[in-house]
C-alpha cells in the first residue's frame, strides 16, 4: 500500500479528506525546510505531496534521494480540486507513483 507525505502547504483539510477515503497519510512538521521535508519522506518510505515546486530543483538538479514526489500544479488549489487529483492519480497510477517525479495538472498526469 502506497504511503504519503502531504507538505505543509496543503491544508489540514485535505489531510482529512485523504484519510477519509483510505489513504495512508501524514502531515510534515510545520517549519520544515525542504530538504529536511524530502528527508523525511524518504526515510518513513513515504510519496511527498507538495504544491511547491522547489522540490523539482531538488530532484532533478541537485539529485537529492527521494521515494517519490507528487507535484500539484493546479490553477484551482481549493480542497476539493487536490483531494481528487489526488484520489484520481492513486486510484489510476498506483504503484506507478513511487520513486518518480510526478506532475499533475487538472488534466495531465506527468510520470518522470
Same mark, same amino acid.
Request: charged share 30%.
Given at each position: ?8 502547504n496543503? &491544508? !489540514?483539510?485535505v @489531510?482529512?479528506n485523504l484519510?477519509e477515503?483510505?489513504i495512508?497519510?501524514?502531515e510534515?512538521?510545520? &517549519? ?6 524530502? =528527508?523525511? #519522506? ?10 511547491d515546486?522547489d522540490? !523539482?530543483?531538488? $530532484?532533478? @538538479? =541537485?539529485?537529492?534521494?527521494?521515494v !517519490?514526489v $507528487? ?8 480542497v ?5 487529483v489526488?484520489?484520481s492519480?492513486?486510484?489510476?497510477? &498506483?504503484?506507478?507513483? #513511487?520513486?518518480h517525479f ?11
Amino acid at each position: 500500500m502506497l504511503a504519503f507525505l502531504l507538505d505543509e502547504n496543503i &491544508g !489540514g483539510k485535505v @489531510y482529512r479528506n485523504l484519510k477519509e477515503h483510505g489513504i495512508d497519510v501524514v502531515e510534515v512538521p510545520r &517549519g520544515s525546510t525542504d530538504e529536511e521535508v524530502l =528527508e523525511l #519522506a524518504s526515510k518513513r518510505n513515504r510519496i511527498l505531496i507538495t504544491l511547491d515546486r522547489d522540490f !523539482g530543483r531538488l $530532484v532533478h @538538479y =541537485e539529485l537529492k534521494a527521494h521515494v !517519490g514526489v $507528487v507535484y500539484l500544479r493546479l490553477k484551482q488549489e481549493s480542497v476539493d480540486s487536490i483531494t481528487e487529483v489526488i484520489r484520481s492519480a492513486v486510484e489510476i497510477h &498506483g504503484a506507478k507513483l #513511487a520513486n518518480h517525479f510526478v506532475v499533475i495538472t487538472e488534466t495531465t498526469i506527468r510520470i518522470k
